[in-house]
């Protein structure tokens, strides 16, 4: 897939009528993972250390006029409070200047952790802002089946969506990503 990453914006997001589809969840969750998987090839940088990710970053599927968006990971704690809440306001501004672009939006939570009380705040926030998502489960690769179960379960008493399950070390879930991504 031909793919070109545009830039890591902390203000003036690009502006044009293309579509949004964005990568949220815990630093460290496989966000960029997930998107190098997609496309293919490693345009998302994956980092050893967490909470790496200060901006918000654009890749250009130059096939299908539409952006992937990877936003800062949230939940890591090592951050002083200050950087909270600029992570916060990175956010906030995103939304705010680019709601109408987003397509949707894929929030990702580990198979084995399961959802977290950051990812639940996270889901309340875009139902709030009323914003399209679909929960993926990550690195499933490192889930047995009963974790899994018991991380959807744990999802199930308070959020009723879809759930992709994805590795992108052994490539699972791809073509159903691709075809939340492109439909
Ligand atoms: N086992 C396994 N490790 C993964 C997977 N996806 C990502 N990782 C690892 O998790 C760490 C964080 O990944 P990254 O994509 O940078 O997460 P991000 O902070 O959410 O963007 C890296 O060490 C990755 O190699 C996966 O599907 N399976
Ligand atoms: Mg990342």
């Known amino acids: 897939m031909r793919a070109k990453f545009i830039g890591s914006f902390t203000e003036n ?11 949220i969840g815990r630093s460290n969750v496989g966000k960029s993972s997930l998107i190098n ?4 090839t490693n345009i998302a940088k994956v980092s050893k250390e967490p909470g790496r990710t200060r ?18 990971g949230y939940g ?33 939570m580990d198979s084995l952790v399961g ?5 639940f705040m996270a889901a309340e926030w875009l139902e709030a802002w009323k914003i399209p998502y679909l929960v993926v489960f990550t690195k499933s690769d490192k889930a ?29 879930g791809k073509k159903e990503l691709l075809k939340y991504v492109l439909s």
Not at 13 to 23: A, G, T
Not at 79 to 105: F, G, H, M, P, T
Not at 145 to 172: A, C, M, N, P
Request: aromatic share 12%; proline share 3%; with cysteine.
């Open 13 to 23: 997001f690009p502006k044009d009528e293309k579509k949004h589809v964005v990568f």
């Open 37 to 40: 998987m997609i496309v293919g």
């Open 55 to 72: 901006s918000v970053n654009f890749f250009l599927l130059e096939d299908y006029n539409l952006y992937l968006v990877d936003l800062p």
């Open 76 to 108: 890591f704690a090592k951050v002083s409070k200050a950087q909270r809440e600029r992570w916060k306001k990175l956010i906030e501004d995103y939304i705010r200047e680019c709601w109408e672009n987003i397509k949707l939006v894929f929030l990702l």
């Open 115 to 119: 959802p977290t009380e950051l990812d």
């Open 144 to 172: 047995s089946q009963k974790d899994i179960s018991l991380s959807l379960s744990k999802l199930r008493e308070k959020i009723d969506s879809h759930v992709i399950l994805t590795s992108s070390k052994e490539g699972r």
